[in-house]
């Protein structure tokens, strides 16, 4: 999966900049038939031009959401973040108790683009791409798959307005939250295992280009260098963030043995 950063900053809440210290995930879904991330997003080099002007990248546009996954302009699903996460965003409107916008009770909140609702390889693509980017904010952030939210369970909770998203979408499909956070949970649990494959992505704001093997330590000589798209088979996770702000792996590629950068997120390893 793939992930990029392109903020609207013309939005009215980009610009009010509300601080928010997020405690959970609730995810939306468009309720519109079109998948194409530019109906939403302003962002003409990676999803195409808005014929329309219709996007949200505006002033006076009252809504605005962390992220949206769907279609860039290759029809390749992405994640494209649009809000800080540390900017209070507008999704969810309010319930008898509050909102789940605002602290302190928080949320990060992303759409899912919507189809006809009636394409099985979509939902499936389509949910794995979500499934993934909450396994990597639970892990960025330590939520549990506890703290993972629609925007119809929030409304039950009381902290969102009267909508049915994502769940009458998943129902389509005999799914449900449930379901989604177990999806969630299976990515997540998967990092924490000993050995591992990753596979090195050439795109992406968060993912190394490549991976250099260094020797016997990690800052030693290099000894050799896996391209994107390489499966690295993971071996152990150095303890904590190192002083140069990475986590450290232990790797084996191409018979090499050594470390490198880590620097990818969970959702690219698979079990060995």
């Known amino acids: ?67 949206f996954i769907g279609k860039d302009k290759k029809g390749e699903i ?16 309010s319930g008898i108790k509050g909102s789940f916008n605002y602290n302190p009770q928080a949320h990060i909140q992303f759409e899912i683009c919507e189809d006809g609702l009636d394409d099985s390889d979509y939902f499936k693509n389509i949910f794995r791409a ?27 909770l009381g902290y969102a307005s009267n909508h049915g998203d994502c769940d009458h979408w998943l129902a389509k499909f005999s799914k449900d939250m449930n379901w989604f956070r177990n999806e969630v949970g299976k990515l997540y649990n998967g990092c924490e295992n000993k050995m591992l494959e990753m596979v090195v992505d050439s795109v992406g704001v968060r993912v190394r280009a490549s991976l250099d093997f260094n020797g016997k330590t990690p800052t030693g ?25 990475y986590q450290w792996i232990k790797s084996e590629f191409n018979g090499a043995v050594g470390y490198s950068q880590y620097d990818s997120q969970c959702y690219w390893l698979r079990e060995v």
């Open 78 to 93: 992405i994640v494209i973040e649009t809000l800080p996460y540390e900017y209070a965003c507008w999704g969810c409107g």
């Open 221 to 245: 000589k290099v000894l050799t260098l896996a391209k994107p798209g390489k499966a690295v088979k993971v071996l152990e996770f150095i303890n904590g963030i190192q002083p140069d702000g």
């Open 130 to 156: 979500a499934s993934e980017y909450c396994a990597y904010l639970c892990k960025q952030f330590g939520f549990t798959v506890n703290d993972i939210v629609s925007h119809k369970e929030a409304s039950v």
């Open 1 to 67: 999966m793939n992930i990029i950063t392109s903020y609207q900053t013309k939005n009215s809440c980009y610009k009010s900049a509300k601080a928010a210290d997020p405690v959970g995930i609730l995810v939306h879904s468009t309720g519109a038939n079109n998948p194409n991330l530019k109906r939403y997003v302003d962002d003409e080099t990676n999803l195409g031009k808005n014929e329309y002007g219709n996007h949200w990248n505006q002033s006076g546009i009252d809504k605005c959401m962390h992220a």
